[in-house]
């Protein structure tokens, strides 16, 4: 019965290591900075809340449990900054929210990978990509670019706010974008699923819907539209 015993726990302890798992958060949350500089593009993996401001002087602060920081990979390369939870490996499992503030000189895309989600304010930037994979959350506040580019793969959201001269929306899943409050002179939409998607459109509008997405748009611009399936477009 003892050697069955310890069998079973041997059983247990591999079925852990396997998973990738070996523990849980302290409950500790610290804070650590790290150096980073020369990059004006962002990814991140896993179940974290990036939250970023434009500034003089690039910086990266993590908040987090004490014994989760160790696990969280950051890499400047090909002017990419890339935050990885390191989930899939042999790591802890976050009790506590893991937060990490980046200061930006300039901003070109933001790739998200996972469930966590992107904040900025005040951004002044060229054009902007933001790409989300999975059921990630971006709020983007007080833009002003020159184009916007939204790529959704999956049941992400996006809601953006500021001013566009041009805006270009994908969505692929159940996705869905808010820009209501976001204007721009030319916005362009492609919908392959059940997504929805607002945008605020002054002059030029062009949608395509394959399946049942929605698309309601403000403005008075000159509407185009492609329709396969049951979706719908309205003004509003």
Excluded at 62 to 89: M, Y
Excluded at 119 to 144: A, E, F, P, W, Y
């Amino acid at each position: 019965m003892k050697k069955m015993g310890l069998g079973i726990l041997g059983l247990i302890i591999l079925v852990v290591m396997a998973s990738g798992c070996v523990g849980t958060g302290s409950g500790k949350v610290v804070n650590q900075t790290r150096d980073v500089s020369g990059f004006n593009q962002i990814s991140t993996n896993g179940d974290i809340n990036l939250f970023i401001k434009q500034g003089t002087n690039e910086s990266l602060v993590i908040e987090a449990e004490n014994n989760v920081i160790p696990n969280i990979k950051t890499a400047v390369s090909n002017s990419r900054l890339t935050i990885d939870q390191g989930l899939g490996q042999t790591t802890v499992m976050p009790t506590k929210p893991v937060n990490v503030y980046v200061t930006v000189k300039d901003l070109s895309s933001v790739d998200s990978s996972g469930s966590g989600s992107v904040q900025t304010d005040k951004l002044n930037v060229n054009s902007l990509t933001l790409t989300i994979s999975g059921s990630g959350n971006d709020t983007i506040n007080g833009l002003t670019a020159n184009t916007l580019k939204v790529v959704i793969s999956g049941s992400g959201s996006v809601t953006a706010a500021g001013k566009a001269n041009s805006q270009d929306v994908t969505i692929s899943g159940s996705g869905e974008y808010n820009g209501s409050n976001l204007t721009s002179n030319t916005a362009s939409v492609n919908i392959n699923g059940s997504g929805k998607a607002i945008v605020y459109a002054l002059q030029q509008l062009n949608i395509m819907i394959s399946g049942s997405g929605e698309v309601n748009y403000l403005g008075n611009p000159k509407l185009t539209q492609q329709i396969s399936g049951s979706g719908k477009v309205t003004s509003i």
